[in-house]
């Protein structure tokens, strides 16, 4: 029935390029240039090497890849010499192009200070195995599985590593079997809510419409969130692969991806992939003769960040504007254009191809009771190894921090970990034996999310972070319902008041009102966990804003209006430094005698602790009782 | 199906939502957002409710109710959400008067006549009788402000034909948005921008006209807040009666409901929520009606001149007049525009009492003008009903009697001009273009001694012929024309053409065009021309006033609060003679009102006086409409008798409104005279309080109160006086500067307390000098003139009621004048973007 020869075909010929690469005469480049490669400078170190190699008549086959996942090590450079296993490196800057060329190809050695190590399980020829790196070795690859290791846009890349034998295998067992498959598998979305996948499916599955849809929520939108955007520029046919899958299960005919308009690479990767689709009968009428007819279409998002939410995308899609709408009914229900539609996040459905491929009961090894399989996170802040992660679920956060992240940056001491964006919250370091699941991130204030973690040390105010978060959703409120509309910019502005120290304790007080009733009584999700980042801190962190409110103090040295700078007369060696750079000129003392800051005029700036000559170090900043006298760091910014 | 709500099982319909379900069953759930012709939408989140199994508090008015739900409407936790809801809601909105405890004092005692500047409290503002967020807020029992309230400093607009809109008032229900969607199929407006930004508008920041308003007016029906007002409509109130009837601007005959206050039509829409009226049937009613245009009296040709003479010797000239054209020489011109029964008697008139074959009926073409030209040569005498005869063909006819609504040319060269009642003002029945029946109800009087077109008729046919047999009423002509009254009704199924395309729209009646009558339409005409009206608004230029200005010119002028501004005018004379407590009379311009107002300060050095004014009627508009460099016509002062600056003790100055610029120079000299100073300082919301600085530098004590205690104390600045006494401070007189009702409570409230009090009154004054005695009020029974024993009297002897009514005594006026000039004049919109001075507030 199903035109199982043309796949046959198809994958001979995948065999076939895949195996150019694997049994190479000529040595492969593999780079990673995704578009966090690209920012680190990936394209400029390949067209250097590319220059280099040409110049001294060496000759090389060059790959792009997606992303690998170390941000701190990009951009990453994969060489596979002639019939050997490939070497990974990093971080090759384009000023370290014409080294590596030399080390690498000239020398045909081996770089030690950038290796990150053997694609390998094994040590070859005393070089450590990828997998031994202490960032990658906690990790298991699932949804990133390709990601890095083939050209994305290489259709015969994807079905070598096993590419739409899910869908085959659906086609195979039928709609109902799939759905006992994804059932079994205990798939959760991972757009952040963590409903069960086969749910959502089952009731989409079982209305009755002329017309059903499968969409794809690619509007990722979290400050600092990147797991969507490097799966669809590292493997796009995997999410389109379980595009295909959901599509059959429930019934659908027209597919749309909807993928903000800021990813670039993410879209022109899609359009690729959808169009080799069509090439090889994978879109379109009747695919490979099984009766199922599918189409997928692309759809650009212009970047609000509550297009995220399924009914506003739903609207966004329709052509109006993207608010949300309440529900019931809900989408699976009645969608877009009124007809029954399965929203599904782009991790969901590479998670959906994966499991199609491998089977449920391969899958469930991952993860614990209730949350199964692995989720992607995005690791940032106050951390050595930044990066896109993936782990099974259930580990505990103490290990993606201390082993996948590597700990905290200068061995300073963790104070909270931020997960699930702006809808999530700060989970305290105590807790930090909690496992990584959806039900104890709940549980603990926060939430699962879409997978951002900030990882925050000491230096971090935990009200200057409610307030950074809050100032988000604020800004992103679609500005229907009125308690995410005005509630949000009501707690901004108390937040705002307590960073600049005019705080006072019935403010606390408003808070919790204030965010019960967003949280209560807010039209979408987005709404209802705004408050989150501030509930989270009030929770663990009260007593911080206590020091703002009542002693005016910001432990962290981060809200400016709580801190004053003075000069320590008994260190202060009248050197001058510091008046010459005051732009206010509130410093005033003679040459050799110890300086004074006026503080009336003084606009905190910092200029002066910056110039104290270190042998000194006379300036020092006092925020309530607290008095630092180290330099400020120029990082912070970072976490923001 | 079976449902439980709030404990009682209620038969529920398949296809419901749980508030039609509850509300069909008598069950209030209180919403807003929702409106029973639109579909749910679920922004404003009153009406949440609990069903148990459900996750959260949906929504009642866009969850489906599904068998055995059970649902509850009334708890405890509800309650407490949906105050906290309605509390956020009101950060947005003017919200100070919802919870001023005087509130009710308040409604009674200002005066109505003051919706001219932005909104700022309900006291001003349009939609103060018929206001659901009021009624809300009422039933929810919201008492407090959480946090200060952010107001949206948006100018309001007004150059658009027929509507205002002022933002600030907005709560952002999208009522409209999905109105014009229904109704127009398009979105004209919608929301803009995001997150606090959100505000409805066009796209591209078009004007309605060019976004596609047909100006259906469906918006301004749906609004529950003042944010969209008919313009016109607005000034009068909670109208007294509501009456449905049909339009008879066009053969569309749509069902209208027509609102009158005092017999007096001054709204009119559709009768169906889910149709849209055009654009005449929506504005052009009421000031079509109301025009002080209207022919009022009955007049006749004496020796060449018309001359208005009572309705008997009207009919009776008539009647002479048409003895000797019986026959052929008569004819009777009348249109579709008169009710079925008017032309029965017309017709009736002409060919019995006149033995006449002329009887013509104009049917009017599609934009409603028509006129005949072929009126036989033999016709030496007509009766018209309105324009109908082009006036080159006047003197073919020796006889002319004019009935008709508005003079012309063709009424001013007739023998008798007789004014009749036409649409809402009378009765009868009118024929659809699809050959319907619909009944015409008479909504409102008449103007002057105008009477039904066949009540006019038959008076003259009565005169002529003593055979005319006497209808009583129009029933009875309705019975003789065979109209069962019970058949005819209003019902309607599609949208007239004209609600869906301007150009459809007609612009004549009964021959009269009808933009002479109706100023939005000439603004509407503009918009088509490509001239659109545009509001002169106050962007900045720099102003070089020169080093010797003129007399009065305006050196300065900033806007300190919403409506609220600050002048700087040179004026040495004045300033040289001034003396605290002293006030002066202002002329914008040759024609101007005469307006007092209370010198603020003065600068002898400079030759400067500044002066508070804040927008509240037309001519403060005009006066805020001056811009610097500007020269106003005449400031005629120092007047009225300075307070006298002594020793007194401990003095208590309260300021409200544009009084708090009034005191500041008397609480400096009093300072200065060794007394200790206590200024209070009243305000709605923190953004409408000014001078903080100002009164701080001049007093020993500054206290700010507001209403919904967003900045200072909570209360009136009587309340910050009571708070003070209650402390111990003792006081040994007490100065009020204010509104009239700011001045009341504070006597009313401290004739207890021993303490003098005295207040600045602001009646109605002309020559400011003792004169005219406009000013005049009571004050321990005696009459005084504000202007020459003023402005200070003692509080607790003043006549307040006295001085209410005599601020009354011209509203009716007023707002005639405002809302007559209004929308024609180029009217002052203040941007409080860029340079205004409440822009740190915001």
């Known amino acids: ?640 | 199906m079976n449902v439980v709500i709030d404990g009682k099982t209620i038969e529920a319909i398949k296809g419901e939502t749980i508030l039609e379900c509850a509300l069909r069953n008598g069950i209030s759930i209180p919403h807003l957002c929702t409106h029973p012709a639109l579909p749910p939408f679920g922004a404003c989140r009153i009406c949440i409710v609990e069903v148990e199994g459900m996750r959260g508090y949906p929504t009642s008015c866009s969850t489906p109710i599904a068998e055995g739900m059970v649902i509850h409407t009334q708890t405890e936790a509800l309650r407490l959400l949906r105050r906290n809801i309605l509390g956020l809601m009101m950060l947005e909105h003017p919200s100070a008067c919802l919870v001023c405890e005087r509130r009710e004092l308040c409604d009674k005692y200002r005066p109505k006549s003051e919706k001219v500047g932005a909104t700022t409290g309900c006291h001003t503002c349009n939609n103060k009788e018929v206001c659901e967020v009021r009624e809300l807020s009422a039933d929810l029992g919201l008492a407090e402000i959480m946090v200060a309230p952010k107001y949206h400093y948006k100018p309001v607009e007004r150059s658009e034909p027929f509507i205002d809109r002022d933002l600030n008032l907005c709560i952002l229900c999208g009522r409209c948005v999905r109105i014009c969607k229904l109704h127009q199929g398009k979105s004209v407006i919608d929301f803009v921008h995001r997150s606090s930004q959100t505000h409805i508008g066009q796209a591209f920041g078009k004007n309605l006209h060019e976004a596609g308003c047909t100006f259906c007016g469906s918006c301004v029906d749906v609004c529950p807040t003042g944010t969209l007002s008919d313009r016109y409509a607005k000034w009068f109130g909670r109208p007294d009666a509501e009456i449905k009837t049909t339009c008879i601007y066009c053969d569309e005959a749509c069902a209208l409901t027509i609102y009158a206050v005092n017999n007096k039509a001054v709204m009119a829409k559709g009768l169906y929520d889910h149709l849209p009226v055009c654009v005449l049937g929506h504005f052009a009613i009421p000031e079509f009606l109301n025009s002080p245009n209207r022919l009022r009296t009955p007049q006749i040709r004496v020796n060449k001149v018309l001359r208005p003479v009572t309705s008997e010797e009207t009919v009776q000239r008539c009647a002479e007049l048409l003895k000797n054209y019986t026959g052929t020489s008569f004819a009777f011109i009348c249109d579709t525009s008169s009710t079925l029964e008017d032309r029965h008697v017309f017709k009736k008139f002409t060919q019995e009492v006149m033995q006449s074959p002329y009887y013509f009926e104009i049917i009017p073409d599609k934009k409603g003008y028509a006129k005949v030209a072929n009126i036989p040569e033999e016709v030496k005498a007509v009766i018209t009903t309105g324009l109908f005869i082009p006036q080159e063909y006047r003197n073919r006819f020796e006889v002319v009697i004019a009935l008709d609504i508005f003079p012309s040319e063709w009424t001013k060269s007739a023998d008798v001009v007789y004014p009749v009642a036409t649409f809402a003002e009378t009765s009868g029945t009118v024929l659809d273009r699809n050959n319907q029946l619909r009944p015409l109800v008479k909504a409102c009087n008449p103007p002057g001694e105008a009477l039904p077109e066949w009540s006019v008729i038959q008076q003259i046919a009565k005169t002529i012929s003593e055979n005319w047999k006497e209808y009583t009423s129009v029933e009875d002509i309705s019975r003789e024309l065979g109209f069962d009254s019970a058949k005819l009704n209003l019902d309607r199924s599609s949208a007239p053409p004209a609600s869906q395309n301007l150009k459809e729209r007609r612009e004549w009646f009964k021959g009269h065009c009808m933009e002479n009558y109706v100023t939005g339409l000439v603004a509407v005409r503009n918009f088509e021309e490509g001239n659109p009206h545009e509001e002169k608004t106050s962007i900045k230029i720099e102003v070089n006033i020169p080093e010797n200005p003129e007399h009065f010119t305006v050196l300065s002028r900033r806007e300190l609060v919403p409506n609220t501004y600050e002048f700087v005018i040179y004026a040495p004379a004045i300033a040289r003679k001034a003396s605290p407590g002293q006030f002066v009379i202002v002329m914008v311009d040759e024609s101007s009102e005469r307006i007092p107002y209370s010198l603020s300060d003065w600068d002898e050095n400079k030759g400067t006086i500044t002066l508070v004014i804040q927008e509240k009627g037309l001519s403060s508009r005009k006066m805020i409409s001056v811009m610097e460099g500007e020269r106003l016509a005449h400031v005629v002062g120092p007047l009225g008798t300075a307070f006298e600056i002594k020793q007194y003790g401990t003095i208590a100055i309260l300021g409200g409104c544009y009084g708090i610029g009034a005191v500041v120079r008397l609480s400096r000299a009093l300072r200065e005279k060794g007394n200790k100073v206590i200024v209070i300082s009243e305000a709605r919301s923190h953004y409408m309080a000014y001078y903080e600085k100002e009164l701080t530098a001049v007093s020993d004590r500054f206290i700010q109160t507001t209403i919904d205690a967003s900045s200072g104390e909570k209360g009136h600045a009587i309340d910050g006086l009571k708070r003070l006494l209650q402390a111990g401070e003792k006081i040994d007189l007490i100065v009020a500067v204010g509104c009239p009702f700011m001045m009341m409570i504070t006597a009313n409230e401290t004739r207890d307390t021993g303490i003098k009090a005295v207040c600045a009154l602001n009646p109605i004054m002309l020559d400011g000098t003792g004169m005219c005695g406009a000013c005049r009020i009571s004050v321990g029974g005696e009459t005084k003139f504000a202007c020459v024993d003023g402005p200070f009297f003692d509080a607790h002897q003043v006549d307040w009621d006295e001085v209410r009514d005599r601020r009354e005594a011209y509203s009716a006026e007023e707002i005639q004048a405002i809302s007559f000039t209004m929308p024609s004049t180029t009217i002052q919109g203040e941007h409080h973007y860029h340079q205004c001075s409440c822009m740190g507030r915001g």
């Not at chain 1, 490196?89 to 080294?99: L, R, S, T």
């Not at chain 1, 949804?143 to 086609?171: M, S, T, W």
């Not at chain 1, 580990?395 to 992240?405: A, D, H, M, N, T």
């Not at chain 1, 040390?457 to 308690?483: H, W």
Request: charged share 25%; proline share 6%; hydrophobic share 35%.
């Open chain 1, 1 to 640: 029935m199903i035109a199982e020869d043309t796949m046959q075909i198809l994958y001979e010929r995948a065999q076939e390029e895949w195996s150019k690469i694997e049994k190479n005469t000529l040595p492969v480049v593999y780079v990673g240039s995704a578009t966090c490669g690209r920012a680190a400078g990936a394209l400029e170190t390949e067209e250097i090497i590319k220059n280099l190699l040409i110049k001294n008549k060496k000759y090389a086959t060059f790959v792009e890849v997606g992303c690998m996942g170390p941000c701190a090590l990009e951009p990453i450079i994969m060489v596979q010499p002639s019939d050997g296993i490939p070497i990974c490196y990093g971080p090759i800057k384009p000023e370290n192009a014409e080294e590596f060329v030399r080390r690498i190809f000239l020398e045909e050695g081996v770089w030690e200070e950038k290796l990150i190590g053997v694609m390998s399980t094994d040590e070859f020829h005393g070089l450590p195995p990828i997998t031994r790196h202490p960032m990658l070795a906690p990790q298991v690859r699932n949804v990133l599985r390709n990601c890095g290791l083939i050209d994305p846009e290489n259709f015969y890349h994807y079905l070598a590593q096993g590419g739409y034998r899910g869908f085959l295998k659906a086609l195979d067992i039928g709609a109902d079997a799939v759905l006992e498959e994804i059932k079994k598998s205990g798939l959760r979305g991972r757009g952040g809510a963590g409903f069960p996948t086969w749910r959502k499916w089952s009731f989409a599955r079982e209305t009755q419409a002329d017309e059903k849809y499968l969409i794809c929520n690619a509007d990722e939108g979290d400050p600092g969130a990147f797991m969507n955007r490097s799966v669809l520029e590292g493997d796009p046919h995997s999410v389109l692969e379980g595009m295909l899958i959901a599509g059959y299960t429930i019934g659908a005919r027209h597919g749309y991806v909807y993928c903000r308009a800021e990813y670039p690479l993410a879209i022109r990767r899609l359009e690729i992939a959808i169009q080799q689709m069509y090439e090889h009968g994978l879109l379109g009428e009747n695919i490979l003769n099984s009766g199922f007819s599918f189409d997928i279409t692309i759809k650009k998002g212009a970047g609000a960040f509550v297009c995220g939410e399924e009914t506003a995308l739903i609207a966004s899609i329709e052509g109006n504007r993207g608010m949300p709408r309440p529900r019931p009914p809900f989408p699976a229900i009645s969608g877009l254009w009124g007809k029954p539609t399965v929203i599904q996040n782009v991790e969901t459905l590479a998670n959906v191809s994966l499991i199609l491929q491998r089977g449920a009961d391969w899958y469930v090894q991952y993860g614990n009771e209730n949350s199964k399989g692995t989720k992607t996170f995005a690791l940032a802040g106050k951390i050595k190894r930044t990066g896109l992660v993936e782990i099974p679920l259930g580990i505990p956060l103490r290990k993606v921090i201390f082993e996948v992240g590597g700990g905290i940056l200068d061995d300073k001491e963790v104070k909270a970990v931020q997960t699930g964006g702006p809808s999530g919250g700060c989970i305290p370091a105590e807790m930090l034996d909690l496992p990584v699941d959806y039900e104890a991130l709940t549980k603990a204030g926060s939430i699962m999310g879409s997978g951002g973690m900030i990882v925050l040390d000491e230096d971090n105010c935990m009200v200057d972070i409610a307030r950074y978060f809050l100032s988000f959703t604020q800004a992103e409120s679609c500005g229907k319902c009125t308690p995410c509309r005005v509630g949000t910019r009501a707690m901004l502005g108390i937040l705002e008041r307590i960073c600049s120290g005019k705080g006072e304790m019935m403010d606390i007080l408003r808070l919790e009102t204030l965010a019960q009733t967003i949280k209560q009584g807010s039209l979408c999700g987005l709404g209802q966990t705004a408050p989150n980042p501030v509930l989270s801190t009030l929770r663990y962190f009260r007593h911080e804003y206590e020091e703002h409110i009542k002693a005016k103090e910001c432990r962290a040295f981060v809200c400016g209006p709580l801190i004053s700078y003075h000069i320590d007369p008994e260190r202060c060696a009248g050197c001058t430094m510091c008046a010459k750079a005051c732009p206010v000129k509130a410093i005033s003392g003679k040459r050799k005698e110890p300086h004074v800051i006026d503080p009336g005029t003084c606009i905190r700036c910092g200029q002066c602790l910056r110039v104290c000559p270190t042998i000194y170090s006379a300036v020092y900043r006092r925020s309530g009782s607290r008095v630092r006298y180290e330099p400020i760091k120029e990082r912070k910014k970072k976490t923001g």
